[in-house]
């Protein structure tokens, strides 16, 4: 049975989002560079190979511990493109403005997304700005777009490369964005805040590729998860991915705030993280040079890729018993009873 | 959550039809489906329903729209009963009228002796709810112990929890003993939470209840006492909800036979079918942790059941 209406849960990233891509944008827009699913697309002008990605932004609050939405915006699509081993060339940034924003919220939005782009050296070139009136949105939208390049010589990261016997890394500790951002709209308060992670990865992903040339598949984990990229790459590879419960680095605060709401921490968002999937005979290499960069600190080896069962992400558990890691399957919803 | 029946979704869907409403309830509650629709879907429509993490934020939304009528769905064991009392208590304490709760609160320990008491089902323990335990106390099921000859064993929620509560059931059973373990020791007592008892005591009166897939059991529920009866949200319900057809989902869902353990997933026509995580009918394809969803999500000829 399909869905009639568009619900929360299609925008979450996790299994309504899947089918409401594939099954109606791809569907329509139908066309290789689109079907490769990367986060970026790769394109080809006969000389050079281009990397293009989109997003949009909508985040409540629009500022939260570690970040806003302009620092989001710019972050976000550096990170698509960082993830398919593209040097960010320039961006793109549309604002939809809500009738009534004062103009000093936007102006602290754009001077953050000027030091973001600053720290990875990339203009924003092209921008668009529409108003609509009171109530029409939640006070400020953001699109941005990006372009890079990728080396001619990089057999680009792509997530149906991951294979039997590689290694899966993490840069660092998961769920810090989403539980930053849910704990703050709610006010939910411990005893220290929860930082968002967000941050541009382009530095560390190209240290990553120095360390690591034939790496498999980069993603960045952000709505779904550890758990979403995963489920894709398995899928989109055929193979099976095994993760270690025990070994996948978590913030003893979001930990403590996910297990109050009943929410997976592998199913929550992540702003800063790369999951990166390597040949065993690289592993070591690239988990030292992320371990030495700052923002690789915490980087951890936390599974392995497997033959079969096909599609499928298992989690070894503490006690040594394995259950299956699915898709989310829509908006995270804190649970109470 | 997952035993609320759909008539009361339903009424509570009604509810938020009403001009000037707005629905507050716990997140878990958001897709469990009536009859026709969840909260996520009417949401999407455009009713008011907003997520609260406790009924005390909900006293505090309905205090700060006073010209608004704001109803609170009341869902859940002796675990959240206490709060959701409090919250009509402080309702009462500031005076306001705009704050509702639609009640739809269980017991735990009548639900077990209407299943120890059922002649088609032979259980022979039962690992009773920690969390719900910490409120009632682990003295609450001596007389489902002692009445029916079942051994009761109080458990928490960690993986060791459920093994070392396992452990003492069979232990018992060899034994032939049949009393009331306290697994759980470190967050239950014997008598549990006195307090958080007499909240509910102040604001709630025993009631007979429905159970999704289970039926009517005799003083499992609660409802809100007469004296607090400006804030019950069922005297704002006019009629019966429209297009309640609770009996043709009940045809292909076998959500009781399964509840009752006498049935499993994979025997019911509609599961992996009609009945998914995604599209639940019954609860225990509605709870994560339900039989059906675990089976669904667990099993490993997953693709058998989507083929």
């Known amino acids: ?337 | 959550m997952c035993v609320t029946p759909q008539r009361q979704i339903d009424q509570f869907i009604q509810l938020g039809g009403r001009p000037n409403t707005v629905l507050a309830t716990f997140g878990d509650m958001l897709r469990v489906p009536g009859s026709n629709s969840n909260l996520e879907v009417e949401r999407a429509k455009g009713a008011d329903v907003r997520i609260v993490y406790s009924p005390l934020d909900a006293v505090e939304l309905a205090c700060g729209m006073p010209e608004r009528e704001l109803i609170f769905f009341g869902i859940g064991f002796e675990t959240t009963a206490p709060a959701v009392a409090l919250s009509i208590l402080e309702a009462e304490r500031r005076g306001l009228r705009n704050y509702y709760v639609l009640c739809a609160h269980k017991l735990i320990p009548p639900a077990l002796a209407a299943l120890a008491s059922d002649p088609d089902i032979n259980i022979h323990g039962f690992i009773c709810p920690g969390h719900v335990s910490t409120i009632i106390g682990s003295r609450a099921y001596r007389t489902v112990a002692r009445d029916y000859g079942i051994p009761c064993v109080v458990a928490g929620f960690e993986p060791l929890d459920i093994l070392q509560a396992i452990y003492m059931l069979v232990d018992q059973v060899e034994q032939g003993r049949n009393q009331v373990e306290n697994q759980y020791s470190r967050a239950v007592s014997p008598d549990g939470n006195r307090g958080a008892m007499r909240c509910i005591d102040h604001a709630f009166q025993l009631a007979s209840s429905e159970w999704r897939g289970l039926g009517s059991i005799p003083a499992s529920g609660l409802h809100i006492r007469r004296e607090y009866r400006g804030f019950d949200a069922s005297i704002l319900v006019s009629e019966a909800p429209p297009n309640s057809d609770a009996e043709s989902v009940g045809n292909i869902c076998e959500c009781g036979a399964i509840l009752k353990g006498m049935k499993t997933p994979r025997e019911c026509r509609a599961f992996g079918t009609a009945c998914t995580p995604e599209r639940p009918i019954g609860a225990c394809m509605v709870s994560s942790e339900g039989a059906c969803a675990a089976e669904f999500k667990y099993s490993s000829h997953r693709e058998e059941v989507r083929a």
């Open chain 1, 1 to 337: 049975m399909k869905d009639e209406i568009i619900l929360l849960a299609h925008g979450a990233g996790g299994r309504k989002s899947a089918v409401l891509i594939h099954e109606l944008f791809c569907r329509h827009f139908d066309n290789p560079a689109l079907n490769a699913m990367g986060d970026s697309a790769l394109l080809s002008d006969g000389m050079r190979r281009l990397a293009f990605t989109t997003d949009s932004f909508v985040v409540d609050p629009l500022f939260f511990p570690g970040g806003n939405i302009g620092k989001l915006a710019v972050c976000g699509t550096v990170n698509d493109l960082a993830a398919v081993g593209a040097r960010p060339v320039a961006l793109s940034a549309s604002f939809i403005l809500e009738e009534g924003l004062p103009v000093e919220v936007l102006e602290r939005v754009v001077v953050s997304m000027r030091e973001a782009a600053r720290e990875v050296s990339i203009p924003v070139v092209a921008g668009d700005t529409k108003v609509v009136p009171r109530g029409s949105a939640d006070q400020m939208f953001i699109t941005t777009s990006g372009i890079g390049l990728v080396p001619e010589s990089l057999a680009a990261p792509a997530p149906d490369r991951a294979a039997p016997g590689d290694a899966v890394l993490i840069s660092g500790t998961i769920g810090d964005h989403g539980m930053a951002v849910m704990t703050c709209r709610e006010r939910i308060r411990f005893s220290s805040e929860i930082q968002s992670d967000c941050c541009p990865l382009h530095d560390l992903a190209a240290v990553i590729l120095d360390a690591g040339p034939n790496t498999h598949c980069m993603r960045d984990p952000t709505r779904g998860g550890l758990a979403a990229v995963l489920n894709e790459i398995a899928a989109q590879s055929g193979v099976c991915i095994e993760i270690e419960e025990a070994a996948v680095p978590i913030n003893e605060d979001v930990r403590v705030a996910c297990e109050l709401l009943g929410i997976d921490p592998l199913h929550v968002a992540n702003e800063g993280k790369l999951v990166v999937i390597v040949p065993p005979e690289e592993a070591d290499a690239v988990l030292g040079a992320m371990g030495s960069h700052p923002k690789g600190e915490g980087a951890a080896k936390i599974g392995m890729v497997q033959p079969e069962p096909v599609g499928r992400v298992h989690l070894r558990t503490g006690l040594g018993a394995c259950r299956i890691l699915d898709m989310p399957s829509g908006d995270l919803l804190p649970r109470i009873c």
